[in-house]
């Protein structure tokens, strides 16, 4: 696992992927202990039945975080929510704050954040796909989104989910690119 990048800083998405999350699977009931978990053959199943139908209006038992490092935890004919959206009020934490819960994350886990606590130069790679990001959601959002909006309704993502889902749609080629210099980045 190798968590570094050429400059010799480490990235925290790496760092959360390849470090916290196998550390997490193995810990879920200590880091996350207001849903009761217990060990099943797949992963872990919530027993916390007061807080999973207060906070998640789901059984416990249909609330679960299978597999070898689960990002998250599925509701049985719901949604899924990353660890990252649970602990920021639902939405998904970007730039700064993807890496302060992060280290919340670790710090649940027992990891060590050392390797991320270190002062890194800015990622102009990284800060170019947010923006481009954001111009893709601000794409579905505006009238130019109409279509795929329509579609994605029919599919069941109401308007309400789609703003915590980061889906977007790519700007034509022409507007992508202004709107890139706009932001200050060069062709």
């Not at 329509?150 to 080629?173: K, M, N, W």
Request: charged letters at 25%; glycine letters at 8%.
């Amino acid at each position: 696992m190798n968590t570094t990048n050429p400059t010799g800083t480490t990235n925290v998405r790496d760092f959360y992927t390849d470090v916290v999350l196998p550390a997490l699977a193995d810990r879920l009931d200590e880091a996350f202990p207001e849903f009761g978990w217990r060990r099943d053959p797949r992963g872990w199943v919530a027993t916390n039945q007061e807080m999973t139908h207060r906070v998640l209006g789901a059984r416990a038992e249909r609330v679960i975080a299978h597999g070898p490092a689960p990002r998250g935890f599925l509701i049985y004919g719901g949604d899924a929510t990353l660890w990252t959206a649970y602990l920021n009020n639902g939405d998904l934490p970007r730039g700064r704050e993807f890496a302060s819960t992060v280290r919340q994350i670790a710090q649940r886990a027992g990891v060590e954040t050392t390797p991320i606590d270190r002062p890194q130069p800015r990622d102009r790679r990284a800060d170019l796909l947010e923006h481009f990001f954001t111009c893709c959601r601000a794409e579905l959002a505006s009238a130019q989104g109409k279509t795929a909006r329509s579609y994605l309704e029919q599919r069941g993502i109401t308007q309400e989910h789609l703003a915590t889902t980061g889906l977007g749609v790519i700007p034509r080629p022409r507007e992508t690119t202004r709107l890139l210099q706009v932001a200050g980045y060069s062709k």
